[in-house]
């Protein structure tokens, strides 16, 4: 097509699409029935959230009964993290065999014409309904939330601590695989491709030449989804588990709002921390 | 030759920090698994594996059982949908809509007031601005930073909890949670990008005149536009993903369908609501992702 010059676009495609964002989410209001007269709540509501924002400044060291807080607290921190690190840690291994399988690089299809010739198109084939099948496992696992896969395991089996790092496996290592799977392919080739050149294996290629360059960015992401398996596991305490939001769920029901903040404030201070700890790692591993 | 290899060898790279970090790693992994209360054996005893007998039966569809036959399994779907299902995933859609377009303009000024290069006294010029005013800056930048570490820190379950009880049973409590967490997220990855942003445009505009905030609205929102687009798309995934859940603690999205068959037993519908789940989650990647794709030839 030839080039014209034309006047500026009022608006151009991102423009569109953002202006489109915005009307669809009026849409989504008018379709849900809300609107911003119903984000003021009523007498019991502005009752609670008085007395729950005020709980804020004086959250409880002790229960009701005199028992120290702090005990019970710091068993719920460390199922918290026992849970996310368990799942976080068979999911990162999954994750990576299957984003092994699900990524072009090894078997680098822009080099596979010579192999096709030379070994025979099955293989070639094979490689491709691998890749094809990994993609379509990884999205089914990654589809279904751990919250969902929770409440499955509950009525399949009732409650067992084991059945929730499980809940939170499935979907890591869906999501570990995709994201890892994207994060090869989207490393430089370069390296290699020097390598197949010096006529080491697709496999050595990729081990070598591949894997250290994506590294970095593979444990960056892991330590991100660590801090989210951590969210998760403290949620699924929601369900009966024994992880902080047991207690969040429990004292907010029994209108012990200083409790509720002690939990919360133990939530923040586990995340906070990790996220500190997180940065100084992370600012080593891209340097 | 090998003498080289063993140079290069002893003078690779190190870090103690990072050694620390995996030996850290490796410690907590076990710690976890040892000490972490999970009692494998158990779940295999005969009361579980009993139970899970049961639900297994219980997940076919109730007129199924027994005589199982693949046109009624259809229509017995199609039933469930037509009833609830297609509502529940609209109403998930919705919610989802609305939390991303609310997290991202709240995220939006705060990002501004986070990044690094935009957030001193003096943006984009050569001299720096009086001390007094550069410390206010710093002051503003690193609590902005602050607030958004807060508004991640806790998950939207939490939040949508918290607020339900506040503000009684509409869409709202949902939309605010996933606005609240994603806000913070989005902020965050917003002020990567202005702090990674070309400064050559920002200083020439400074230079003739141009302030904070039309910098901010005028040279930056469109330098930055398209990564805030892919980024919102990114989240915007994820919210699909929380909605679908939120529903579970109160009548909004699909997950209040799931826990009323769950306590009603209901296993089967139960099990068609969460795979719908799963398909309400891939509908919104794809349409994330051919979004994306516009967005990325566009730029």
Redesign the interface.
């Known amino acids: 097509m030839a080039e014209r010059t034309r006047r500026p676009a009022w608006i151009g495609t991102r423009g569109r699409v953002l202006l489109l964002a915005v009307l669809a989410a009026f849409w989504a209001l008018w379709f849900l029935g809300i609107g911003p007269s119903d984000l003021v709540p009523n007498a019991g509501g502005l009752r609670i959230a008085k007395r729950f924002f005020a709980a804020a400044f004086h959250p409880a060291f002790f229960t009701e009964n005199g028992d120290a807080l702090l005990p019970i607290l710091l068993t719920a921190v460390w199922r918290t993290v026992a849970f996310a690190t368990a799942a976080v840690s068979v999911a990162f291994v999954a994750g990576i065999v299957l984003a092994f399988f699900g990524s072009t690089a090894w078997w680098s299809p822009e080099r596979a014409g010579g192999e096709t010739s030379a070994r025979g198109p099955w293989l070639f084939r094979a490689r491709v309904t691998t890749y094809v099948t990994v993609r379509a496992v990884t999205a089914f696992l990654r589809s279904i939330h751990e919250l969902f896969w929770a409440v499955i395991f509950l009525a399949a089996f009732g409650l067992n601590n084991l059945t929730a790092v499980i809940a939170i496996t499935i979907p890591f290592t869906g999501t570990f695989a995709k994201v890892f799977s994207e994060i090869i392919d989207e490393t430089p080739r370069d390296s290699a491709e020097a390598l197949l050149d010096a006529g080491a294996t697709p496999l050595a290629a990729f081990a070598f030449g591949l894997v250290p360059r994506a590294l970095p960015d593979v444990l960056a992401y892991t330590m991100y989804r660590f801090e989210c398996g951590m969210r998760s596991s403290a949620v699924l305490g929601f369900f009966g588990y024994d992880t902080l939001g047991l207690y969040i769920r429990q004292s907010f029901d029994e209108t012990q709002y200083a409790e509720v903040w002690s939990s919360l404030y133990a939530l923040l201070m586990l995340v906070l921390v990790f996220e500190a700890a997180s940065r100084v790692v992370r600012r080593r591993l891209v340097a | 030759m090998s003498a080289d290899i063993d140079t290069l060898w002893r003078e690779r790279p190190r870090?103690r920090?990072?050694r620390v970090?995996v030996l850290l790693a490796v410690v907590?992994?076990a710690?976890?698994?040892l000490?972490?209360?999970?009692?494998?054996a158990?779940?295999l005893s005969h009361r579980?594996l009993a139970?899970?007998e049961r639900?297994?039966h219980e997940i076919v569809p109730q007129s199924l059982r027994g005589h199982f036959e693949l046109s009624g399994l259809f229509s017995w779907a199609w039933h469930r949908l037509t009833e609830r299902g297609f509502v529940a995933a609209?109403?998930t859609?919705?919610?989802s809509?609305?939390a991303?377009?609310?997290a991202a303009a709240i995220a939006g000024p705060l990002a501004v007031n986070a990044a690094r290069n935009l957030a001193t006294a003096e943006p984009f010029l050569p001299v720096p601005g009086t001390p007094a005013r550069e410390r206010v800056w710093s002051v503003i930048a690193t609590a902005t930073g602050l607030f958004l570490?807060?508004l991640r820190?806790?998950?939207e379950?939490?939040w949508a909890?918290?607020l339900l009880?506040?503000?009684?049973p509409?869409?709202?409590p949902a939309i605010l949670a996933l606005a609240i967490h994603n806000s913070g997220i989005l902020g965050k990855l917003g002020a990567e990008t202005i702090e990674d942003i070309d400064e050559g445009p920002l200083r020439a505009l400074r230079s003739l005149g141009a302030g904070r905030a039309s910098l901010a609205v005028f040279a930056v929102f469109p330098m930055v536009?398209?990564r805030f687009?892919l980024f919102?798309f990114y989240r915007w995934e994820s919210c699909v993903?929380?909605a679908?859940?939120l529903g579970?603690l109160g009548g909004?999205s699909l997950g209040w369908w799931?826990t009323d068959a769950?306590f009603r037993f209901r296993?089967d519908e139960?099990?068609f609501l969460?795979?719908l789940?799963?398909?309400i989650?891939?509908v919104g990647?794809f349409v994330s992702f051919i979004?994306r794709g516009?967005?990325r030839?566009?730029?």
């Open positions: 870090s920090v990072l970090a907590l992994v710690c976890a698994w000490f972490g209360g999970f009692e494998g158990d779940l579980r139970n899970l639900f297994l609209m109403r859609f919705a919610i809509l609305c991303i377009v609310l570490v807060l820190a806790i998950p379950y939490v909890f918290l009880a506040i503000l009684g509409t869409s709202w536009l398209s687009l919102f993903r929380e679908t859940v579970m909004s799931i769950r296993y139960m099990l969460i795979l789940g799963g398909v989650v891939l990647d979004t516009l967005v030839r566009a730029s």
